[in-house]
């Protein structure tokens, strides 16, 4: 059974810096690219950062880009999104999913405010 488990989201200051993990399992997670997403409320859910199965090939939509940065682990099974400078209209529920499987984990939730 594939599933994908997100954890790290918090409630941060602007200005702050978190780090989101998503540890999958279920499938050869070292041979198949990974992606964050994120539905802020009211908003439709939107491509955040893409990585390559070997981390070189890297990804990112123009409001994140200079702040976000995606890795991973294929030892672990883990892809991460370091978070930096973060501010209040980062605020949504982040998500991660496996293209190579159309699975989505189950979101969690970032919160940017003073």
């Known amino acids: 059974q594939v599933q994908l488990v997100e954890s790290g989201g918090d409630t941060v200051q602007p200005g702050g810096s978190l780090r989101l993990d998503c540890v999958a399992s279920?499938?050869?997670?070292?041979?198949?690219?990974m992606r964050w997403y994120r539905q802020a409320p009211g908003k439709e859910r939107e491509l955040v950062a893409s990585?390559?199965?070997?981390?070189?090939?890297?990804t990112y939509s123009d409001s994140v880009k200079g702040r976000f940065t995606i890795s991973r682990d294929n030892v672990k099974s883990t892809v991460y999104l370091q978070m930096n400078s973060l501010r209040p209209e980062d605020t949504a529920v982040y998500y991660c999913?496996?293209?190579?499987?159309?699975?989505w984990g189950q979101g969690t939730l970032v919160t940017v405010s003073s």
């Open positions: 279920g499938f050869i997670f070292s041979n198949y690219a």
């Open positions: 990585i390559g199965s070997t981390g070189v090939v890297r």
């Open positions: 999913y496996a293209p190579s499987e159309v699975v």
